[in-house]
């Protein structure tokens, strides 16, 4: 997908620097907590939606610390449809 800022339903997006110290991972639940109007800890653990592990991999700058290339990923977590891509762009809507 080219276009990746226009969505007709969406009800959150957050935009990320995929090289801070911040994890995805950590990341992704701070944008859905935000889409809920909820504190994040009031969220199941993301690890038990999806391998935290290798979600923060997936994303994580190359060693050399260069950026991945392009790619996203779609799961659910607490009752909203997340999609994740490279550029930093996390999407969250209603399931």
Not at 31 to 51: F, G, H, M, Q, W
Not at 72 to 86: A, G, P
Request: aromatic share 6%.
């Amino acid at each position: 997908m080219k276009d990746n800022d226009h969505y007709s339903t969406v009800e959150h997006i957050d935009r990320v620097d995929w090289s801070g110290d911040v994890t995805p991972s950590t990341t992704i639940v701070e944008a859905v907590a935000r889409a809920r109007n909820c504190r994040p800890t009031d969220l199941e653990s993301l690890d038990k939606t999806i391998d935290t592990d290798a979600l923060n991999a997936l994303f994580a700058p190359r060693h050399d610390g260069t950026q991945r290339g392009s790619g996203s990923i779609s799961f659910s977590y607490s009752d909203r449809d997340v999609t994740v891509f490279s550029d930093g762009q996390i999407v969250v809507d209603e399931s």
